[in-house]
């Protein structure tokens, strides 16, 4: 299990700004959008604005893809009002791997956190979010160990977010997280992400940024040959 607190690659069909996915009338069963040039459909029981969603699950494939990275299952984002009871109180999203499900919350929970990773909540932050997850639901099937450590997940779905993250907003929160990068593997352990996860991911991502890391690491822990234990 997993759960946290840019340009976008391939070309997109327009959608309406605010695109009503909500359960037919008389019903309570959720409705299901898939969206345009992605393997991905989103489940909600509410009208949602698919385009972040959509566009958040795009960028996760688009980082993966040029990896020759590919989902192994069906992409399907659940958008709720309420994440399981077994991820933390703070946390906006989660993704169960036993059952293969991305939860997210829906833009209006997510908003009451005021802030995420110490910048104004806002609906770029929200796409980012929704790549985090799927970055984990696409890592987690190409992982080559049965049971990778949290730090090699959380660093590959971190990484994942920040390179497709819209620029102004990538630098906006480095700026507000003026921490230096890991400056070795051993560092990038359970404890510290459990510390402080945002701490952890900006410096996750500097250290991927470093002369040397970059997709060579990533290939490394995806392989198990690094963050292993």
């Given at each position: 299990?997993?759960?946290?607190?840019?340009?976008?690659?391939?070309?997109?069909?327009?959608?309406?700004?605010f695109?009503s996915?909500?359960?037919?009338?008389g019903?309570?069963?959720?409705?299901?959008?898939t969206?345009?040039?992605?393997?991905v459909s989103?489940?909600?029981?509410?009208?949602?604005?698919?385009?972040?969603?959509?566009?958040?699950?795009?960028?996760?494939?688009?980082f993966?893809?040029?990896?020759?990275i590919?989902?192994?299952?069906?992409?399907v984002?659940?958008?709720?009002?309420?994440?399981?009871?077994?991820?933390?109180?703070?946390?906006?999203?989660?993704?169960?791997?036993?059952e293969?499900?991305?939860l997210?919350?829906?833009?209006t929970?997510?908003?009451k956190?005021?802030?995420?990773?110490?910048?104004?909540?806002?609906?770029?932050?929200?796409?980012?979010?929704?790549?985090?997850?799927?970055?984990h639901?696409?890592?987690?099937?190409?992982?080559?160990?049965?049971?990778?450590?949290?730090?090699?997940?959380?660093?590959?779905?971190?990484?994942?977010?920040?390179?497709?993250?819209d620029?102004?907003?990538?630098?906006?929160?480095?700026?507000?997280?003026p921490?230096?990068?890991f400056?070795?593997?051993?560092?990038?352990?359970?404890t510290?992400?459990?510390?402080?996860p945002?701490?952890?991911?900006?410096?996750?991502?500097?250290?991927?940024?470093?002369?040397?890391?970059?997709?060579?690491?990533?290939?490394?822990?995806?392989?198990?040959?690094?963050?292993?234990n």
């Open positions: 299990m997993s759960s946290i607190g840019s340009a976008t690659a391939g070309a997109w069909f327009l959608l309406p700004s695109f996915i909500a359960a037919s009338a019903t309570d069963a959720p409705a299901v959008l969206c345009p040039n992605a393997a989103i489940v909600a029981q509410a009208s949602v604005d698919n385009n972040e969603i959509c566009y958040g699950a795009e960028d996760a494939i688009a993966f893809e040029r990896l020759s590919a989902p192994t299952h069906p992409l984002v659940e958008i709720v009002h309420r994440l399981p009871d077994v991820v933390g109180e703070t946390a906006v999203g989660c993704y169960l791997e036993e293969q499900s991305i997210v919350l829906d833009y929970e997510f908003a956190s005021k802030t995420w990773f110490d910048v104004p909540v806002d609906r770029s932050l929200y796409r980012s979010l929704v790549t985090h997850e799927v970055a639901a696409i890592s987690d099937c190409n992982m080559a160990i049965p049971e990778p450590s949290i730090q090699a997940k959380e660093y590959l779905a971190y990484v994942a977010m920040f390179v497709t993250m620029r102004n907003l990538r630098e906006r929160i480095m700026n507000r997280n921490v230096e990068a400056d070795r593997e051993s560092k990038i352990n359970t510290i992400y459990l510390c402080d945002m701490r952890f991911a900006v410096r996750a991502y500097r250290h991927y940024l470093n002369k040397g890391n970059g997709d060579a690491f990533l290939f490394k822990v995806l392989s198990g040959q690094a963050l292993a």
